[in-house]
T-cell receptor, first 108, second 113 residues
Framework: GEDVEQSLFLSVREGDSSVINCTYT??????LYWYKQEPGAGLQLLTY?????DMKQDQRLTVLLNKKDKHLSLRIADTQTGDSAIYFC????????FGKGTRLHILP | NAGVMQNPRHLVRRRGQEARLRCSPM?????VYWYRQLPEEGLKFMVY????????ESGMPKERFSAEFPKEGPSILRIQQVVRGDSAAYFC???????????FGDGTRLSIL
């Protein structure tokens, strides 16, 4: 069945780059998304990529898609304390399937 | 330009009562989705609605749960005879049409006593 896997925790020093990885199983996914969730809040759409793209860059965010390996990554450059949150990878074919989220912790 | 509005933000019910969760989509969005998030888990799809139609309810429990999106007014997720296991955060999302990215509300946190 459809499944999205991501590591549960990541610790990064302030100012370094954060790379959050995700793997998915549905090769017919049309969109792949990254959402950010801060405590007590809903999900904020950070960025998304069409399945026919390899890369998308948006300011400090870079998304890389390896469709052959079904691997998606989110790189956050110059990580700040405000980036501390849970990041959800999601794939979409007819419905959106979410991973369990990666909790990003920023070290001073 | 208001986002997706959900209310109430927090809802407390006793076992056996009914819970009604409301969602007003973003202006111009006619597609609504409901998700459930258990603690330390991702979001699980429940149901996808357009105005007056249920498009996909494959994630809805077979009993006690229902959803509607009337021609006028918000979408409602209704849980009858709530049990402890219904305690979760329920999120609504909307999009202008089915293929577009979904924008989420801040959720309703349901607690069952």
């Amino acid at each position: 069945g459809e499944d999205v896997e991501q590591s549960l925790f990541l610790s990064v020093r302030e100012g370094d780059s954060s790379v959050i990885n995700c793997t998915y199983t549905d090769s017919s996914s049309t969109y792949l998304y990254w959402y950010k969730q801060e405590p007590g809040a809903g999900l904020q759409l950070l960025t998304y990529i069409f399945s026919n793209m390899d890369m998308k860059q948006d300011q400090r965010l870079t998304v890389l898609l390896n469709k052959k390996d079904k691997h998606l990554s989110l790189r956050i450059a110059d990580t700040q304390t405000g980036d501390s949150a849970i990041y959800f990878c999601a794939e979409r074919d007819d419905k959106i399937i979410f991973g369990k989220g990666t909790r990003l912790h920023i070290l001073p | 330009n208001a986002g997706v509005m959900q209310n109430p933000r927090h809802l407390v019910r006793r076992r056996g009562q009914e819970a009604r969760l409301r969602c007003s989509p973003m202006k111009g969005h006619s597609h609504v989705y409901w998700y459930r998030q258990l603690p330390e888990e991702g979001l699980k799809f429940m149901v996808y609605l357009q105005k007056e139609n249920i498009i996909d309810e494959s994630g809805m429990p077979k009993e006690r749960f229902s959803a509607e999106f009337p021609k006028e007014g918000p979408s409602i997720l209704r849980i009858q005879q709530v049990v402890r296991g219904d305690s979760a955060a329920y999120f609504c999302a909307s999009s202008p049409w089915g293929e577009q990215p979904q924008h989420f509300g801040d959720g309703t946190r349901l607690s069952i006593l």
